[in-house]
C-alpha cells in the first residue's frame, strides 16, 4: 500500500490538480448496461450523462464463474432445454450465495443485440418460471434501448434473481458506519432501520443508543448493530413492518448489519476495534455536507484505507445547505479521492441506474468509490442509497466460504455478557469452520497462556435462535455456567484439535503512517490485530536504529501483559496518540499449548481432569 495514504492520519492534505473523472470500465462481470465505452463517450464527474449514443456496443464477455448470466432470449424453450436452463441458474444462485445477475438480450461474447417488446415479455415469463422452480423472485434492475437501424425498438433487460429465505440461510452483509462526530450516522441509521424519518432534533438516533450519557449528549460512545433487511422481490424489510428483529430475519433473503461506530477522536479506540474485530464487509463514511471534511472524517478514511475495507461516501444534511455549498463539499471529497494517497475514482449517484451501475462496479474495484448526497429528515435520495444496498453483491463468492467452512472452528471473541437465566454470553465472528450447539471448544489464551474447556450451549443470530453458525456469519454463543471473570476480549474459541499457537513476541513489517518525530527501540504502542488490543514494546527495529514518517521496517514487538492468539500474514495497526502505523504480521515467537498445557474451567457443575 502507498506510504502516502499517511497524509490522510496526519498533516493536512495537500490539494492536487484535478481533472475529470475518468470513466467506468466493466471489469470481468457485470458491466454496467448502461455505461459508455469508447474515447467518444464524454464523462462528467466519473459519471455517464446517458442518452442513447453512449450504450457500449459489449459487455465483457460471460464468465464461467460468478452470478452474472448472459441470454439472448428465452422464448417457449423445451423441457429439456427448461431443466437445463434450471440448473444453470442453481449453479448462478450458488456462486452469488444467493444472488444472480440475468442479462436479456445480450450473446454470451456480450455483443447487445436486444430483443423486442413481446420476445422481452416472454423471455421474463421464462425466467420468472425457472426461479419459481428453484425457489427464487425476479427483480427488473433496468431496461436499456440498444441503438440499431431497426425500426421496432429493441431492449435489453437486467435482472436479478434472489433466492427466498430458507432456515436463516440469508445473504448477511456487514457495513461499518464512520465519519466524524454529528455527521449524522445515527441518524442516518435509525431512519433506514426504523423506517421514519427524522424530525430534525435527533429523534431518529434514539433507538441505536445503549447508554444514558449517549442519549444525553447526541454522541455515540459504542459499538451498536442494527440490521435492514431485503426480501427476494428486493423489498425493504425493517421496524416499519416487522415488530422484532427475528421477524426481520425470517422476512429476508439479504440482510444488511450496520456496524455503528463512534465519531469523536475520545472513542478512537473503539473504533478502530469495531473496524479490526468485526471484519466489516464494507465501509460507509457519513460526510455532514454543511461542515465538509472536518474533525475525524480524514482519519477514518485513512484507517478504511489502511486495512483495505471498501468504502462509499454518504454526503448527509442537505437540506440544511444551498446546492453550491453541497457541490463544493462533493468537489473536496473528489479532489482528496483523486490525490495519489487514495487514487480512487469517485462515482456521484443521482439515479437509480446510477446506484445499480455503482453497486455492481464497486464490488468489482477497489477503486470505484460511491458518493450519495442525501437528507434523513426530507428523505431527499434516500431511496438511491436503498437501491445500492439492496443490489451490492458479497466480496467472497461461494467457493471460497466452502473453503472457509472446511476448516478448524475459530471463533473471536469480542464481547462478553452476563444474561439472567442463560448465564455467561459471547458475541464475535466466526472467522473458519462451523459451530454447532452443543459442540465442545476451547477459548484462551488466559493471562498465563492456558486453553479452557467449554460447551456451546446455544447460538443467536440478529437476535434469533440459530442451530448452526458458518464461517464469516457473526452471533452470539451462550457458554451456560462457564464463569466470566475467566474470559476477556480477544480470546477465542477454537476447535480441541486445533493445538493453536500462542505467542508475547512478533514480528510485523510495517509502514510508520505518522509520527512527529522518531520511532525507537522501547517506544510504546497500542497494537489491533483483529480483536486483540494489547500494549506492546517495540523491541528491534531490523536493520535501522530509528524510523520516519512514511519509511517501512521489519520490527519485533512484545506484549507487555499477556500472549495473544496471532496468525503469520495478520494485518495490523498501531497507534499512541498522533503516532500511528500499519503492516502484516510476519513471524511468531510461539508457546505452544503443550508448554502450557490445555485446563478445564472451573465453573458450576464442571470438573477438572
Same mark, same amino acid.
Given at each position: 500500500m502507498d506510504s502516502r495514504v499517511s497524509e490522510l492520519f496526519g498533516g493536512c492534505c495537500r490539494p492536487v490538480g484535478c481533472g475529470a473523472g475518468g470513466g467506468l470500465r466493466g471489469r470481468g462481470g457485470a458491466a454496467p448496461v448502461g455505461g459508455s465505452s469508447g474515447s467518444k463517450a464524454k464523462k462528467k464527474n466519473g459519471r455517464s450523462r446517458g442518452g442513447k449514443a453512449n450504450n457500449p456496443p459489449y459487455l465483457p464477455p460471460e464468465a464461467e464463474d460468478g452470478n452474472i448470466e448472459y441470454k439472448l432470449k428465452l422464448v417457449n424453450p423445451s423441457q429439456y432445454r427448461f431443466e437445463h436452463l434450471v440448473t444453470q441458474m442453481k449453479w448462478r444462485l450458488q456462486e452469488g450465495r444467493g444472488e444472480a445477475v440475468y442479462q436479456i438480450g445480450v450473446e454470451d461474447n456480450g455483443l447487445l443485440v436486444g430483443l423486442s417488446e413481446e420476445e422481452m415479455r416472454a423471455s421474463l415469463k421464462t425466467l420468472r418460471r425457472m426461479a419459481e422452480k428453484v425457489g427464487a423472485d425476479i427483480t427488473v434492475l433496468r431496461e436499456r434501448e440498444v441503438d440499431y437501424d431497426s425500426d421496432v425498438p429493441r431492449k435489453i433487460t437486467e435482472v436479478l434473481v434472489r433466492k427466498v429465505p430458507d432456515n436463516q440461510q440469508f445473504l448477511d452483509l456487514r457495513v461499518a458506519v464512520l465519519g466524524n462526530v454529528d455527521s449524522g450516522k445515527s441518524t442516518l441509521l435509525g431512519v433506514l432501520t426504523q423506517g421514519e424519518l427524522d424530525n430534525g432534533r435527533g429523534r431518529a438516533r434514539l433507538n441505536l443508543f445503549r447508554h444514558l450519557h449517549e442519549i444525553q449528549s447526541g454522541r455515540t460512545s459504542s459499538i451498536s448493530f442494527e440490521i435492514l433487511g431485503f426480501n427476494s422481490k428486493g423489498e425493504v424489510v425493517n421496524y416499519s413492518d416487522s415488530r422484532t428483529a427475528e421477524e426481520i430475519c425470517e422476512s429476508s433473503s439479504k440482510m444488511i448489519t450496520f456496524i455503528d461506530l463512534a465519531g469523536h477522536h475520545k472513542y478512537l479506540k473503539t473504533t478502530i476495534f469495531g473496524l479490526t474485530s468485526y471484519c466489516p464487509d464494507f465501509a460507509m463514511l457519513v460526510v455532514s455536507a454543511n461542515t465538509g471534511i472536518a474533525g475525524t472524517t480524514r482519519e477514518h478514511l485513512g484507517l478504511a484505507m489502511a486495512l483495505k475495507v471498501p468504502f462509499f461516501i454518504v454526503i448527509s444534511k442537505v437540506d440544511l445547505c444551498s446546492k453550491a455549498t453541497v457541490e463544493r463539499t462533493?468537489?473536496?471529497?473528489?479532489?482528496?479521492?483523486?490525490?495519489?494517497?487514495?487514487?480512487?475514482?469517485?462515482?456521484?449517484?443521482?439515479?437509480?441506474?446510477?446506484?445499480?451501475?455503482?453497486?455492481?462496479?464497486?464490488?468489482?474495484?477497489?477503486?470505484?468509490?460511491?458518493?450519495?448526497?442525501?437528507?434523513?429528515?426530507?428523505?431527499?435520495?434516500?431511496?438511491?442509497?436503498?437501491?445500492?444496498?439492496?443490489?451490492?453483491?458479497?466480496?467472497?463468492?461461494?467457493?471460497?466460504?466452502?473453503?472457509?467452512?472446511?476448516?478448524?472452528?475459530?471463533?473471536?471473541?469480542?464481547?462478553?455478557?452476563?444474561?439472567?437465566?442463560?448465564?455467561?454470553?459471547?458475541?464475535?465472528?466466526?472467522s473458519s469452520g462451523i459451530c454447532r450447539e452443543g459442540e465442545n471448544l476451547v477459548v484462551g489464551p488466559t493471562d498465563d497462556g492456558k486453553f479452557l474447556r467449554l460447551k456451546v450451549c446455544s447460538i443467536q443470530r440478529n437476535r434469533s435462535a440459530c442451530r448452526v453458525l458458518r464461517a464469516g456469519q457473526a452471533a452470539t454463543l451462550a457458554l451456560g455456567p462457564f464463569d466470566r471473570a475467566l474470559l476477556r476480549k480477544g480470546m477465542v474459541m477454537v476447535s480441541p484439535e486445533m493445538n493453536p499457537t500462542i505467542c508475547s513476541v512478533f514480528e510485523a513489517e510495517i509502514v510508520l503512517l505518522f509520527h512527529a518525530t522518531t520511532f525507537r527501540k522501547g517506544f510504546q504502542v497500542?497494537?489491533? $490485530?483483529?480483536?486483540? #488490543?494489547?500494549?506492546?514494546?517495540? /523491541?528491534?527495529?531490523?536493520?535501522?536504529? !530509528? =524510523?520516519?514518517?512514511? *519509511?517501512?521496517? $521489519?520490527?519485533?514487538? #512484545?506484549?507487555?501483559?499477556?500472549? /495473544?492468539?496471532?496468525?503469520?500474514?495478520? !494485518? =495490523?495497526?498501531?497507534? *499512541?496518540?498522533?503516532?500511528?502505523?500499519?503492516?502484516?504480521?510476519?513471524?511468531?515467537?510461539?508457546?505452544?499449548?503443550?508448554?502450557?498445557?490445555?485446563?478445564?474451567?472451573?465453573?458450576p457443575g464442571q470438573l477438572s481432569f
Open positions: 462533493v468537489k473536496q471529497l473528489e479532489r482528496i479521492l483523486k490525490q495519489p494517497g487514495c487514487n480512487k475514482l469517485p462515482l456521484l449517484v443521482n439515479s437509480d441506474d446510477d446506484a445499480v451501475t455503482a453497486a455492481q462496479q464497486f464490488a468489482q474495484s477497489p477503486n470505484i468509490t460511491p458518493i450519495f448526497t442525501l437528507s434523513s429528515v426530507s428523505g431527499e435520495n434516500l431511496d438511491l442509497l436503498k437501491v445500492f444496498l439492496n443490489v451490492l453483491p458479497p466480496l467472497t463468492n461461494s467457493k471460497e466460504q466452502e473453503e472457509l467452512m472446511q476448516q478448524l472452528t475459530e471463533f473471536q471473541v469480542d464481547e462478553i455478557y452476563t444474561v439472567p437465566e442463560v448465564g455467561t454470553v459471547v458475541g464475535g465472528t466466526l497500542t497494537v489491533h $490485530v483483529g480483536n486483540v #488490543r494489547q500494549t506492546a514494546i517495540v /523491541e528491534k527495529i531490523h536493520g535501522k536504529d !530509528k =524510523l520516519r514518517t512514511g *519509511e517501512k521496517a $521489519v520490527v519485533r514487538f #512484545r506484549f507487555i501483559k499477556h500472549p /495473544e492468539y496471532l496468525k503469520i500474514g495478520a !494485518k =495490523l495497526l498501531f497507534r *499512541e496518540g498522533v503516532t500511528k502505523g500499519i503492516g502484516h504480521v510476519t513471524d511468531l515467537q510461539a508457546i505452544t499449548t503443550k508448554e502450557n498445557g490445555l485446563e478445564e474451567s472451573l465453573g
